[in-house]
């Protein structure tokens, strides 16, 4: 695979070279979210969010009106949590949310359809992230998240990558299987 930074919207991303000579571009989310929909009334991680649970499911998720199936988010988690703690794979373009009252009344313009696909032993925390040279620049930290979803620059990406795989070895095999199966 072969990859080679494209300009997508007002952001870079990569864009990945498959098998058989056709090309999609990769692109990365990262989206933010609240306690309600992150942890049980029990103060525990929701289980039907983590991808090793009987119960995870396939779920919709609001998003970008931009987001393409085939996307990657990193999911983070606003207080009391303030980290990235999950990977999802998008599973449908968005679509509009304009004929669901109650996402209207939660400011939810376009959902998806998602996949988690791992959950971070070990979460990135706000603290790392501010702390961190490359990352200061990102216009979603300099906002301190504040929206629902940002895309991630492949500079960006490429630092957030190298953050997670630190304390979680395993994402590594993640990303290479997430890459085959694009």
Not at 69 to 92: E, F, H, N, Q
Not at 124 to 141: E, I, M, Y
Not at 159 to 172: A, C, M
Request: charged share 25%.
């Amino acid at each position: 695979m072969q990859f080679a930074v494209f300009a997508w919207g007002k952001f870079r991303t990569a864009e990945l070279k498959t098998l058989g000579g056709q090309t999609r571009m990769q692109r990365y989310w990262l989206w933010v979210t609240r306690p309600q929909y992150y942890l049980e009334p029990d103060g525990t991680d929701r289980r039907d969010i983590d991808p090793l649970s009987s119960v995870s499911l396939q779920e919709s998720w609001t998003c970008h009106k931009d987001t393409k199936k085939g996307d990657w988010a990193l999911l983070y988690r606003t207080s009391p949590k303030c980290d990235i703690a999950y990977l999802m794979r998008v599973g449908s373009d968005a679509y509009s949310l304009a004929g669901n009252p109650d996402a209207l009344q939660k400011g939810w313009s376009y959902g998806c359809a998602i996949r988690v696909i791992h959950k971070f032993r070990k979460p990135l925390p706000l603290a790392t992230l501010r702390d961190d040279p490359v990352l200061q620049k990102w216009g979603a930290l300099r906002c301190n998240f504040q929206g629902i979803a940002f895309p991630i620059e492949s500079q960006y990406w490429q630092r957030l990558s190298q953050l997670l795989r630190g304390p979680n070895p395993e994402f590594v095999k993640v990303l290479k299987n997430l890459e085959r199966d694009s």
